[in-house]
């Protein structure tokens, strides 16, 4: 819940170029978040949480930003041109309308909906406004190994992309986690919380634009005193171009690992196999961002750490200023969105 990558500076935009706010601080997440955006040169103006101790956390964390009273008085600040926010889940998609009706972008933590509904009314915000509702899909956008993947895919390493597995542990740590944490109409349910970065890392690398549910499952394994938590599921899908992908998302990161969960994302393409362990190589003290790749030419081991930074939020600002869809389109976002909901509504429950 904490996850906060840090990386190198570079920014795209000079200092005041580009402001920003944060609000809804109820996730970790939005210290990624910002993190990312402050070091492509972005310029946290303010915050914004009705809860003190929140923001006096995060103040301390980005002394820079202007402690504001409201949303209302961030958005009559003319000179904000994003809102960053990691709300209780199913608070999320309204934000995001508030914010783009007021003439704003809007980048959220994953998941970005909890009801296909919600889906439905950002989709119709989009076009009537003209913003964007973009998404913090940290696993693939802030983790190095993941990037490089994606930079691999491109050039051809492996060819064609076919299937793609993606492994989403995660240590649970019940007693520090908020109440809506464990309540399935404000987290929306595993699939579509957790699984979300999965559905979107699949359409990524396998250049999908659509992709269909073939089978999905959630449980409540071991986990009696929190009934309406889902600490299992899986779901298969097969994409429009053919690729398919199976997916595994669970809160049960035994108390030993080294790290808060064991990620790896495996990429089979016509002419080769990337292996992705993204956050510990277990066993080893190589860390995380470790990238194995087999094709034609050989096998190949990067460690990638330090090496490769996070270009899309960089991009993300550069889209906001010119009106592009560099750093991710909308119907992408939107479809990752679309996919995990429906992964959720038609999951069998298995215990």
């Not at 005041?16 to 996730?27: Q, R």
């Not at 909890?114 to 003209?130: F, K, M, S, W, Y």
């Not at 019940?174 to 464990?182: K, L, Q, T, V």
């Not at 277990?282 to 096998?299: H, I, K, P, T, Y």
Request: aromatic letters at 10%.
């Amino acid at each position: 819940m904490n996850y906060a990558p840090r990386g190198k500076p570079a920014p795209v935009v000079k200092p005041g170029e580009f402001c920003f706010a944060a609000v809804a601080l109820d996730h970790g997440h939005i210290y990624g978040q910002c993190n990312g955006l402050v070091e492509a040169g972005a310029t946290l103006r303010y915050v914004h949480d009705p809860d003190p101790e929140k923001v006096a956390a995060f103040v301390k964390a980005y002394p820079q930003a202007k402690v504001a009273a409201s949303l209302d008085e961030i958005l009559a600040d003319p000179e904000i041109r994003l809102v960053a926010a990691a709300a209780v889940p199913n608070e999320r998609g309204p934000l995001g309308v508030r914010v783009m009706e007021a003439g704003r972008d809007y980048f959220t933590d994953k998941t970005p909906f909890t009801t296909l509904d919600q889906l439905a009314q950002a989709r119709a915000a989009v076009e009537r406004t003209g913003r964007k509702y973009m998404v913090y899909f940290s696993e693939r956008l802030h983790v190095e190994c993941a990037v490089f993947a994606g930079e691999l895919i491109a050039q051809g390493a492996i060819g064609r992309v076919i299937n793609v597995i993606g492994l989403g542990p995660h240590r649970l740590n019940a007693s520090s986690r908020p109440a809506w944490f464990f309540e399935r109409a404000k987290y929306g349910g595993i699939l579509c919380d957790i699984g979300s970065h999965q559905i979107e890392q699949f359409l990524f690398y396998a250049g999908a634009k659509d992709a269909t549910v073939t089978e999905a499952a959630i449980a409540n394994y071991a986990n009696p005193d929190y009934p309406e938590l889902e600490d299992y599921g899986h779901a298969n899908l097969l994409a429009d171009n053919g690729a398919t992908n199976y997916f595994r998302v669970d809160w049960h990161t035994p108390a030993g690992l080294r790290t808060w969960g064991d990620g790896r994302t495996l990429i089979l393409g016509t002419g080769g196999y990337i292996e992705l362990r993204k956050y510990i190589d277990v066993a080893r003290d190589s860390g995380g961002d470790q990238l194995f790749l087999v094709n034609g030419e050989g096998e190949k081991h990067f460690s990638l750490a330090g090496k490769v930074g996070y270009p899309f939020f960089g991009q993300l600002i550069l889209d906001c200023l010119n009106r592009t869809e560099n750093a991710m389109t909308q119907a992408h976002a939107f479809k990752a969105a679309e996919l995990c909901l429906r992964a959720q509504v038609q999951a069998r429950r298995l215990a």
